[in-house]
């Protein structure tokens, strides 16, 4: 069992930067695949962006490439999204989640254990 904590969440201006953490208690992150996902209000949850099991390859949304960086620091037991460049269209509640011992994956059914997410807003 893995259990999942966001934070970094908050109210940025357009432009800005935040930093999402996903501290991990359970079992280590070092043999867990994981994304990042958002859901805005009235819309579906997304992909945002995904590390593989073994941390050597990232994948993002077309909509966040450039301004996004997925990372972990496996002895803290932390996952990090960095996010430049923030959009109002950002905004969101962003979720992370992890599977075992995967490459990357874009899917929500493709994960087994999610946080409860934190909330990002971008003003304009």
């Known amino acids: 069992q893995v259990q999942l904590v966001e934070s970094g969440g908050g109210l940025v201006q357009a432009g800005g930067s935040l930093r999402l953490s996903c501290a991990a208690s359970?079992?280590?992150?070092?043999?867990?695949?994981m994304g990042w996902f958002r859901q805005a209000p009235g819309k579906e949850r997304e992909f945002v962006a995904a590390?593989?099991?073994?941390?050597?390859?990232?994948y993002y949304a077309d909509s966040v490439k450039g301004r996004f960086t997925i990372s972990r620091d496996i002895a803290n037991n932390t996952a990090y999204l960095q996010m430049n460049s923030l959009k109002p269209e950002d905004t969101a509640v962003y979720y992370c989640?992890?599977?075992?011992?995967?490459?990357?994956?874009?899917?929500?059914?493709?994960?087994?254990?999610w946080g409860q997410g934190t909330q990002v807003t971008v003003s304009s």
């Open positions: 989640a992890v599977r075992y011992l995967v490459g990357i994956r874009l899917f929500q059914d493709d994960y087994d254990y």
């Open positions: 590390l593989n099991w073994s941390g050597g390859n990232t």
């Open positions: 359970g079992r280590t992150f070092s043999s867990y695949a």
